[in-house]
Structures are given as structure tokens and as C-alpha cells.
């Protein structure tokens, strides 16, 4: 006796949450069984191991059904076909692009592209996440990018619109974005101690100050690119470490407020003009590309890295770099405040962020 | 010119890309109604087309306006080849033809296919205007109303109750035409669902032009099948019951239709007969007619047609009868006679209906059953109506004298089917026999006053249970008492009928699900072979289904089966029976004997052990039941009884050769246990495996319970989750080990673990009921056995069961004349209640609630052992009043969370498709129905070429069962409604060619829909709208609609 056929349809789609979670992660339906077994559910509900197979391929074949529509969420909630509740449908979706830290931070930066993708059997290897959970969220990653790539408006709130994800998932996805389109370089080992969290962090600190849509709200992809007229004036800044006068003149302005506030002032006075120099060529390079997408491999080699060696504490960082740029408006034969403001503010708050062991 | 049809296109969305090149869409519209079609513009290039058309207007005919469905087509336009098609969608306009239902369809239903599926969905406005029309001779019947529920809907009154209306009509099926070989399969199966479209219609109106010579304006238990006969045709048949319906101005006045006024329609029975019967058991089907009927307990037979069966088998035994002496006696007669008189005017005094307004069903008689076996090749004139319509009348007049036998004038609960294997039909027909009474029959023949004293000579609770034939001139032998409810009427031991509890009747405990499960092996043979191999099979079929459910019912500890349903099912090679029925244990009935194990060779010691650890197991199994249902029967002693029936104890036991059973007469000893034992003699290994299988059914999990009635005695506190499901299964048998026996066990299981898979499913609901458990058998090939569940799980409030239970034990018991009425909307009243404690009442404020009106009275008086109980139930039933009046307090609060999320539900504002219930019962739970729109019947076929690469035959059913509940929800929705009832899926035909990677299924589903208003909303309107009522992200408990 074998059974041939076994379905089960509700008016209402049953959506079992762990069953659930266990396709999401790519398990084949033997080992989510086997996996739902060692939960102990047989002994809870008195089921056989039978009954828990067709369990289980039913609620994988409801979700493969509904994997096309999660493609594009607002068509799960016109479809007529599955009659799901709104909770659900938002669990659905929220779920489905839901992603791994371990995942995302290997392809953060990277080009979303074929060539990636088939490297995602690698990252399968290394973080032991099941390829085929790798090959969803790869895939979404690349969806959403797609989608909003082009787009009038705010990213999140595009990303937030077509995929009807929550807040803090979409502020994830523009990140992801973000990061994706500009290809900044996070694999490094350098940058291994920072979280997709961190990048995340200094992602929508950028994209409110440092993209087109910063100055003008009316412009395609105004969230992804670089506001490149904005690059190319950082060059401006390059006189704050190349006028030997200013540079002293800065130092001093910083040393003489910070005096007795900061653990580490003697170290700091010490390393004020390569701190400032490091911080200052990081802004000049970023006319190039190449340097665009070494910015966070700069900012750890020219900042975190030597600030760390001193062992200065957070606290100390954080008024040093505060009164690295306040100073700078004291600076009287330097005329570029605004663009200084634009940069350092986004620049202190990534820092502070990056400066963790 | 009485109707003008007016259409409108609005806007599609989520097209399927038709143009590669583009990745677009250039969609327009056919929109066509009998031999007139409209086209839409092109919209070039959308997926998301919008064409506000103009009002496309049909001027017609209302007889082609009950035949016709609209047909809307979706096109793909293309300059240089033909236009493609994307999907139809068809439209029943009959909803907008009687003035109460919907006025207008609008809504966005799915484009459906049937190689595709739904592609996408199109937007539509249909109205109709309908002019009056005075012809007398007209084709039409528009303005009757068509209802699938089986019982008086809702919101109506019944004012005269006329009768049986059937009809049928044939034609031929275009899978077998000639020009089959050279079209698609789309346009095949488009020829097929326009048709039996069509021939829907057509059934619907001649149905409704019988009711309007009858005088009625409704058909109520409207069922309508369809079967493939093959080569031979297509039929589709309807039955249903003819009424007079009022609508009732305000639900809450549901009263007992009695002094109803009184009209002047006089009923006249035009009763066209059909049926010149020329092609009968004649030469055109040389098989012999064989029927067989059954008698509650035990099979019984009357063989009016001619057979050849062996009658010796069918069992002699049965129940017994209640004189129509003492005080009932003359009033009974009278009555009868005057029903009989209003009923014998009827060619058959049928009713489809399973429920029936309070004071109509006056006596059940018992099930009465007939089938017979045809030849689908042998008809003369394949293409007309006349020699099923002969076959149908023939096992008609069978159950109709069985009925007869029974004492009884008429048959409820009545219902045909049909088993096609190739061309061998087995026909059934099945009912119960009862007494009714003629109020609702014919106005005016009854004066008021013998109303009145038989309300009296009625009591409350167990007067259907009473006999209906004459005691001393009974059809069969039976075992009677006095009614150990009014201790003064006879009533049998044991009581099967096919209908649903009536809701006054006094049941004690919960009841349970019992199926009886059967298979039989049967050679290979063509034609009249076959059919003559089919009959003799079919009464030891019936026999071994009947004992297998007397068995489980004693088993269950339980003395009564409503809804009994037994299916025979013919294959190839082999006969299936599947019975189902809700067992119960009604108080009016005495308590069942346990069964009892006889061994053959007594000399055996090892066997004898054997025997003794069986018997235990059965008496464990027993007491297990007993406490798991909350059987307990009160202890009477034989005072309260009165004198024992002075019955001659002239049976004796009867013990055959196979494991057979029977009563055994016993005195009035009415302590568990050594009551009338049922014995089962254990004399082969067959007779081994039949008591093994007893005790192999498993009980469902705690907190389930499962009936395939409408509504589960001893529960009726129903919270308002529902979830409808429909379950298909099927088994591929290893031809290997073909023998009865594994054949029966690999069925066995298949059902078992059917059921088992529907508990573990849906365990996030309980405490939860199944009802309407309705299993479907087919076997599509040889080796294949398809089973099709559809039921509905409903959860309700376990506190408040308890209570209520016990309440109505004592009521029974206290012999207090219930007011039915309260009975049945009490529960409901209460539901609003159980929906803010859901899911579980984290105070006990609720516990009580139950017994809050009926309960405490009936405590009061001798449950409660100290009046601080009662002072307790008092208090609770205080505080519960005021939690009413507070209740949006309580919603707000963290405790109603579950609540938050019903609430959220519908009206939730990121969707915009409303939620639309299914559900094969006629209420909602919680809810009160409002309005009824129109019958729902649809019919569809999908097949694939592509099998595997839609997930195999597991992945092209369920995508399709999906795709119909849509397209039910969709037609729903657009006549304005939110919720299904009476549904049902009434055939679900699939076939499969896994080698040309093909399949193809066919499924017909029906029901009513409606609009219910939640009776919580209705309260919660006075009151103030909670505020926040929508909740983002909730991980808890389904929402199930």
C-alpha cells in the first residue's frame, strides 16, 4: 500500500510557523521531518512518524505555492487563491526575507551578480547554511535590488512599499543596497570584527548625507549613488593637512579644549596630525572609485586601528572626534564649513559606530 | 422580452504574460450570453488592463436567463495569428432573479483555465431587469429560491412544507463525440463545463416550474449530481423539497410555525408523473432489481421487485414497536390517518430536508435503503431521460414501501446516489421512515384543537423516538420498552437514521463519529456477469456494514446513529462500503448492551484465555468510551419504570456461521454490564480479524471530538473559529496480496490514518469538533483507492461544555418540557461571550455561563449538593452579566488578544480581499445569518500535460482544490456575501496518466451563499469600537476563517 495522493486544503491556508522556519532554512522534507521528530512533537501529539511526513509535505508543497507570490508581496495580498489572514501573510513575508548575519555579511558589498551566486556554495560551506536557504536569500537580496534600483523616492520607503516589508527589515534591505551598489569592501579580514549591524548603521547615515537624495529629492536612484558632485569637492578639504598652518592651528584648537578632559591626551597630541591626515585623504580620495570602495578599509587602517593601539576609550573618541570638526569652524582662512559639516558629521557617527573591538 | 442582462468589464490584474517579446499583455473581453457576444477594446500592453467598458446589454428571455451562464472571455489580442486565450470566467446569474437575494454582482473573479489554472483575475458588474410576466404558460420559474441547506434557512419561516420535487435531464457528454478526436482538450473541457452548466440551469428551472404548480416559492435540500455515464451520456439530477417560505422580519422571531396563517394556495398535487415506465426492469435492463432495506437495528427486507438474492441471510432480528394504545392512541391514529391523507396525494412523500422546524417530526420509523444494479449499455435511447427517470421511480416506489412497512407515511433525510464503473450503475436511494405531522404539510386541515393535545400527548425530547408501527403487527421482530424518558410509549433498542439530531432531543453525553468500513474482492467480468457478480456481492455487503456499525455503536457504549450515510462504491475488481454515522446515546432509549465474545471450541485452554483477554479488552474498551463521551446514564430504578413490558420472550438467540449478532432478550435489568449482551461468536480467523479491527480504531486525540452531523450533541458552546478543509487520498494497492482481508485493512488504515493527519493538522484548535465529516470512496482505476474527507472544524469553549451538558441531563431527566427553542439559540446567544474568552478564559467568569439560564434552575433542584454551590452559580451568572456591559473594557485588555486578531481580521486595511467562510454546515458559528443570495453550483475540470512539473499529482490537486475554494469565495464575494453554508463537494473525479505525464480532475461543489452579521458586532455597535484594532506581527494562534 503507497500512497499516491495526499493533500490537504483549507478554506483558510494552514501556515505551521516551524514547518515553516524549517523550509525557509532549505531542509529537504526527510530531514525536516527527522528534525521535527527530535522536537519531541510525536510525543506531544501522539502522531506517527507517517502522519508527520504528510504533515510536512503538505505544508512544503502550501509553501511552494506561495513562494512565487512572495516573489512580489503585494500579489499575496490581492491574490484570491489562499485565503490567508493578514498576520500570517505579514509573518509570511517578513520571514521569507528574513536573512542570516552569518549570510549577509559574507556578500555585503559584493556585486549581486551570476558570478556571486556561484559562490554562494562556498558561503554554504563556511557559515553551514543549507545552499538552498543561501540561494533565497541571495535572491532576494538580488530581487529587491532590482526593483528599487532606478526608483524616484526614498529607498527604504520603496523597498518598504513593494515588498511590504516592516521598518527595520527594509532599512536592512536598503542597506544591502546600498552597500551592494557602491560595492564597499567589507570582506577584508581587518573588517571581520564589525556586524552587518555596524555597516547597516554607517549604510543609512550615508544615504542620508552623502547621496543625491541629500540635496535633491526628485532624482532616480537618488538613495543608491553618491552624490559625485559631493566627492569631487571633498578634494577641497585636502587644505586642512596640506597648509602646514592650518593643520597647527586645528591642533592646537583641539588640544586646548581637550586638555584634562581626554585619558589619552598625551597620546592624542601625539598622533593628532596622522589621525587628521589619515581622516582628510580618506575625503580626497573619494573621487576614484577603487578608493570609494576601500572607504571602510580606510577608515579601520587611518583611525579604529591606531586609536585602538593607544587603547583610547570610547568616550574619549567620541569627544575627540567631536571636537576634531567643531574646531574646524574656528579656522578662519577655511571656507569650506559646509562641506565639512556634510562630511564629518557622517564620518563621526560611522567611527564612533566602527571603534569597538 | 422579460429580461435585460447588463454588463459591464471593468479592469484585470495579475494578467499572465502572453507576449515574450514584450513581457506584456494586449487583453480584451468577449462577453457572450446564449448567441450573443460583445468585445471590449484592446488595452495594448498592461498586465493591469483597465477598460471600463460600456454596459453591455443582452435583451432576453427569462427562461435563457435561468438556462444561460454569462461567459466572459479574456483574449489576448494578436494582429498576425489567432487571438489566444487567457481563461474564462462563468457567471450564474440566477442570484439576481429572485427579489430577495443579491441585486448586483461585482467583484473581481479569477480567470480560470482548465490546462492553466487561474490566470489572473478580472474585475465585472452584472445586473439584471426583470419585467413581470403574466403568461401562465410560462418556461420560467423565475423568483424560486434555491437552497442547498437541508433544513428551513435561517432567516425564513416555514408555512407549508409540500414535498419531493425531482428532475433529470441527459445529454451527450462531449468527451465523447466524434469531434473530441480533433479539438484541444481546452476546448473539450470548456464544451464540457458550458454544458453541464447549461443543463444546471435547465434542471434548476423545470425543478423550480414543479414548485410553482405546487404553490410553493422555494426548494429547500437542494441536491443536485451529476454522472458520467460514458459513452451513454451525461445526466444531471436534482432532488429537493418543495416549500412555502416567509421571510421572517427579525431572525430573533424564529416561532414554531404553528397557527400559521392560514392561506388560501390549496395544494394541489400536480405531480406530473415522468415516468411511463416502458423501459423499467424490462428487456432493457435484464438484471434483476434488487433492493434492499434496512430497519434500524437490523437489516430487514421487502423485496418488492423481483430477486434472486438470498433473503435467509438478511437477519430476521431487529427493534421493537410502541403500541398506539393507551392515552396517544386515538390522536395518533387521527393523525395518521390525516396525514396519510395529505401525504398519499404524493406520488412520493419525500423530504430532503435533515432538520426540521420543532413539532414536524412526529415518529422515526428507521433507515430505509434501496439499490439496484443497470447496464448503462443496455439503454434503448441513450439520449433521453426516460429510463433513468424509470430506474429513479423504481427504487423510489421501494423505499416508499418500505416506508409503508414501517408504519410510517413518509421518508426524511432522503438522498440518492449513483457508483459508475464503466457500464455498470449501481443506483441508491436512502431515508428515513417517519411519521410527521401534517401541519406544515397542508394548511388548514387540522383544527387548531388536536394541535394542541398532541403538543400535550408529545413530550419534549423523545417523542420521535417512539414507534411508529403497531406493536402487535410489527414488519419484523424487535425488542421494545417504555421510553425511559415519558415511561409511557414503546421504543426500540437501538435507533439508525439518516438524519440530523433533532435539537430537543435529549441526549446524554457527547456523540462520536462511527464508520464502518468494508471491502470485497470481486472478479473481473463484463456486462450482465458483472452486474449479477455486483448483486449478489451488494446484501452481504449491507449486512456486514450493518452489523460492523451495530458493533462500534455498542462499542461506543451508545444506543443511536443520526446522519447515517452508507456509501457503495463499484471498481473494476473489487466493492467498497463506507458507512458513516453520528453515534449518540439518547436518553429516551435504553441502555446498550455490551458485546460479548462467544468461542467455538470451548475445550481449548489457551484459546479460551485467548477469548477471556479479548472479552476484557472489549469490556475495557467499553467503560474507556464511556467515560471519554460522558456517558452517564442515570440510574433508574424499576419503580420509576412501571411494570415491565409482558413481552413473550420468543426470540432466541440467533448464531450463524459467520460472526454474527443479535439481541438477546433480557429482562428490565438496567445495571451496566450484564445487560443484553451482543455476541459475537469467534469461529475463524475472519470472524478474529472483524473483532481485532473493532478494537483497532483509535479514539481521537483529547480535546476532538468528530460527528458528521450538523451540530455534535453534548457540545454547543461553539467559539467562532472555523477552518473547512477538503482531504483527498489515494492508495495504490500492491495487486499481490489482493485478498479480503488485506484489503479490508489497507482501507481500514487509509481512513484511520485519513483522520489521524486531519487531528494532528489542525491540533492547534483545540478544543475542537469535526463536523460534517463527509467521506467520498471512489476507486478511479484497479489498484486505486481515492478517499475525499470534507468537514469543518469548529473550536468551542470546554468550560462551558461541561455545564451545559449536565444542565441538559437533568433537564431530560426532570422530564422538564424544554422549550427547543431555547435549546437551539441559547448556545448561540452565548457565543459572543466565548468569542472574548477565547482561547481559553484565563478567569473562570465564563465556566458557568452556559447554565446561566437553563442551568441554574435545573441544579437548583437537586444537582447541587449545598446551597453554597448555588449561590456560587448565582453569583458567577451576577458577575457575568456585568462583564457583558463592559465588554469593549475587556477587549482592550492584554487578555482578549485572541479576540484582537478575529476582530482584525476582516476589516483589516492593507487587504483588500474580504474574507469569505466556508463551511458545509448551515450556520456560523457566532454569527447570525442575515441574508441568503442565491444558490451556489459550480462546476470545473482542469487537466495537465505537464504533471511533474506541477509537483506531480499531489501538486495538480491540491493547486486545483485551492483554485475552486477561490473561485467559490470570489462568486461569494461579488454578490455581496461573506460566507459559504451547506457547502459541499459533491464529486471530486480524478484520473491520472503518470506515463504521458498527464492527469485530470473534475470537481462539482455547492452551496448557499449568505451574509452573517457577528452577533459580538451587533453588540459591540451600542457600545464604542475599540480603538486599536489592528495588530502588525502576531506569532500566536490562526485566525481561521
Known sequence: ?357 | MPGKLKVKIVAGRHLPVMDRASDLTDAFVEVKFGNTTFKTDVYLKSLNPQWNSEWFKFEVDDEDLQDEPLQITVLDHDTYSANDAIGKVYIDIDPLLYSEAATVISGWFPIYDTIHGIRGEINVVVKVDLFNDLNRFRQSSCGVKFFCTTSIPKCYRAVIIHGFVEELVVNEDPEYQWIDRIRTPRASNEARQRLISLMSGELQRKIGLKVLEMRGNAVVGYLQCFDLEGESGLVVRAIGTACTLDKLSSPAAFLPACNSPSKEIKEIPFNEDPNPNTHSSGPSTPLKNQTYSFSPSKSYSRQSSSSDTDLSLTPKTGMGSGSAGKEGGPFKALLRQQTQSALEQREFPFFTLTAFPPGFLVHVGGVVSARSVKLLDRIHNPDEPETRDAWWAEIRQEIKSHAKALGCHAVVGYSESTSICEEVCILSASGTAAVLNPRFLQDGTVEGCLEQRLEENLPAGCGFCHIPYDELNMPFPAHLTYCYNCRKQKVPDVLFTTIDLPTDAAVIGKGCLIQARLCRLKKKAQAEANATAISNLLPFMEYEVHTQLMNKLKLKGMNALFGLRIQITVGENMLMGLASATGVYLAALPTPGGIQIAGKTPNDGSYEQHISHMQKKINDTITKNKELYEINPPEISEEIIGSPIPEPRQRSRLLRSQSESSDEVTELDLSHGKKDAFVLEIDDTDAMEDVHSLLTDVPPPSGFYSCNTEIMPGINNWTSEIQMFTSVRVIRLSSLNLTNQALNKNFNDLCENLLKSLYFKLRSMIPCCLCHVNFTVSLPEDELIQVTVTAVAITFDKNQALQTTKAQVEKSLQRASTDNEELLQFPLELCSDSLSSHPFPPAKEHLESASSNSGIPAAQRDRCSSWIELIKLKAQTIRRGSIKTTVTVEKASPMGEGNFRNRAAPPCANSTVGVVKMTPLSFIPGAKITKYLGIINMFFIRETTSLREEGGVSGFLHAFIAEVFAMVRAHVAALGGNAVVSYIMKQCVFMENPNKNQAQCLINVSGDAVVFVRESDLEVVSTQQPPANCQPLCTGGEVTT
Open chain 1, 1 to 357: 500500500m503507497t500512497s499516491e495522493l495526499d493533500i490537504f486544503v483549507g478554506n483558510t491556508t494552514l501556515i505551521d510557523e516551524d514547518v515553516y522556519r524549517l523550509w525557509l532554512d532549505g531542509y529537504s522534507v526527510s530531514d525536516a521531518v527527522a528534525l521535527r521528530v527530535r522536537s519531541g512533537i510525536l510525543e506531544q501529539t501522539g502522531a506517527t512518524a507517517a502522519v508527520l511526513q504528510s504533515d510536512t509535505m503538505d505544508h512544503y508543497r502550501t509553501f511552494h505555492m506561495l513562494e512565487r507570490l512572495l516573489h512580489a508581496p503585494p500579489k499575496l495580498l490581492h491574490q484570491l487563491i489562499f485565503q490567508i489572514p493578514p498576520s500570517r501573510q505579514a509573518l509570511l513575508i517578513e520571514r521569507y526575507y528574513a536573512f542570516d548575519e552569518a549570510f549577509v555579511r559574507e556578500v555585503l558589498g559584493k556585486k549581486l551578480s551570476k558570478g556571486t551566486k556561484k559562490d554562494l556554495d562556498d558561503i554554504s560551506t563556511k557559515t553551514s547554511i543549507t545552499l538552498k536557504s543561501c540561494r533565497r536569500q541571495f535572491d532576494n537580496f538580488k530581487r529587491v535590488f532590482k526593483v528599487v534600483e532606478e526608483m524616484r523616492g526614498s529607498l527604504v520607503d520603496n523597498i518598504q512599499q513593494h515588498f511590504l516589508l516592516s521598518d527595520r527589515l527594509a532599512r536592512d534591505y536598503a542597506a544591502i543596497v546600498f552597500f551592494a551598489n557602491n560595492r564597499f569592501e567589507t570582506g577584508k579580514k581587518k573588517l571581520q570584527y564589525l556586524s552587518f549591524g555596524d555597516f547597516a548603521f554607517c549604510a543609512e547615515l550615508m544615504i542620508q548625507n552623502w547621496t543625491l537624495g541629500a540635496v535633491d529629492s526628485q532624482v532616480d536612484d537618488m538613495d543608491m549613488d553618491l552624490d559625485k558632485e559631493f566627492l569631487q569637492d571633498l578634494k577641497e578639504l585636502k587644505v586642512l593637512v596640506a597648509d602646514k598652518d592650518l593643520l597647527d592651528l586645528h591642533k592646537s584648537l583641539v588640544c586646548t579644549a581637550l586638555r584634562g578632559k581626554l585619558g589619552v591626551f598625551s597620546e592624542m597630541e601625539a598622533n593628532f596630525k596622522n589621525l587628521s591626515r589619515g581622516l582628510v585623504n580618506v575625503a580626497a580620495k573619494l573621487t576614484h572609485n577603487k578608493d570609494v570602495r576601500d572607504l571602510f578599509v580606510d577608515l579601520v587602517e587611518k583611525f579604529v586601528e591606531p586609536c585602538r593601539s593607544d587603547h583610547w576609550p570610547l568616550s574619549d573618541v567620541r569627544l575627540f572626534l567631536n571636537q576634531y570638526s567643531a574646531s574646524v569652524h574656528s579656522l578662519d582662512g577655511f571656507r569650506h564649513q559646509a562641506l565639512w559639516d556634510r562630511y564629518m558629521g557622517t564620518l563621526r557617527g560611522c567611527l564612533l559606530r566602527l571603534y569597538h573591538d
